[in-house]
């Protein structure tokens, strides 16, 4: 939503003013490097997805989220 790139702007390794509409990137996402993050929006907000494969290791990010 509107607040995506502000929650997740410290928690990643690169500008994401730079990670236009629809571009995809490999980056760490809260300190879990190689992570897939695409900027997308499936409603019209601005949004990210994380795809998270190394290891095949399930990763959840939502505590990360719930003190924000």
Known sequence: ???AAQ???????IDL???????????SVFGV???RLTRCGYT???GFEVCVIKYNKHIDFSDQF???
């Open 33 to 35: 490097k190689g992570c």
């Open 17 to 27: 003013s730079k990670l236009y509409f629809m571009q995809t990137t490999s980056t």
């Open 66 to 68: 719930s003190d924000r």
């Open 44 to 46: 019209g907000e601005d």
């Open 1 to 3: 939503g509107p607040e």
């Open 7 to 13: 929650l997740l702007k410290n928690e990643v390794d």
